[in-house]
């Protein structure tokens, strides 16, 4: 069965902590990783992620991807209060058009 | 960048009627679609795989005639949740593929609530 589990479920940090987020995967014909950002509704795109090693950056936010080790994370150095929210990661599958398996989530809170 | 809807936003109904959720890609074509639901605090679960013109393919556990999907045109697929009872309640996001070629980002709705009394 495929499993994707993020660590940890939840976390609350001041502002301007650096957190770090986790997410492994166990499933077959793996094809990419990709990281959402859900606030009050639909999920938004942060990164996507199909070879090791190569760090994908935006801002503060910054995400890598091991494929030996079948984890990756996600990082948000200098956190704000706006980037309080659940953060998802999710794997697609080679041969299936786009479907997303989600993880557990991590829902980050930050205070002042 | 691409836009899907979804309509209504917030249902609330009694037990045993049915609820019909619609989502739809505003500016672009979608073959496919996807819908997931949540629960809270927790992550999304895929229900089923929406195909234009074909029949929905649903994941293990989903009950196809409960969860009966449509997906009339290249941007409509419809839910309607059948003889709601109060545990259907959750939120119901759908979803659609990215335009870029290569790339496995999705476009998401912005939900529905549903709450069955």
């Known amino acids: 069965e495929d499993k994707v589990v993020q660590s940890p479920l939840s976390l609350v940090v001041h502002e301007g902590d650096t957190v770090t987020l986790n997410c492994s995967y166990e499933v077959t014909n793996f094809r990419s990783l990709l990281w959402y950002k859900q606030e009050k509704k639909a999920p938004t795109f942060l990164f996507m992620l199909?070879?090791?090693?190569i760090e994908k950056k935006s801002g503060r936010l910054s995400s890598i991807l091991d494929k030996k080790e079948l984890f990756s994370i996600l990082n948000i150095t200098a956190t704000q209060t706006g980037d309080s929210a659940i953060y998802l990661c999710a794997v697609t599958f080679t041969g299936t058009a786009s479907k997303l398996t989600f993880g557990t989530g991590t829902r980050l809170q930050v205070t002042l | 960048g691409a836009v899907v809807s979804q309509h209504p936003s917030r249902v609330i109904c009694k037990s045993g009627t049915s609820v019909k959720i619609e989502c739809r890609s505003l500016?672009?074509?979608?073959?496919?679609m996807f819908w997931y639901r949540q629960f809270p605090k927790q992550s999304l679960m895929l229900m089923a795989t929406s195909n234009e013109g074909s029949k929905a393919t649903y994941e293990q556990g989903v009950e196809k005639d409960k969860f009966l999907i449509n997906h009339a045109s290249l941007t409509l697929s419809t839910l309607t949740v059948t003889s709601a009872h109060p545990e259907d309640s959750s939120f119901y996001i759908c979803?659609?593929?990215?335009?870029?070629?290569?790339?496995?980002?999705?476009?998401f709705g912005p939900g529905t609530r549903l709450t069955v009394l």
């Open positions: 500016d672009f074509q979608a073959t496919t």
């Open positions: 199909t070879s090791s090693g």
């Open positions: 979803s659609a593929p990215g335009l870029l070629t290569g790339t496995d980002t999705q476009y």
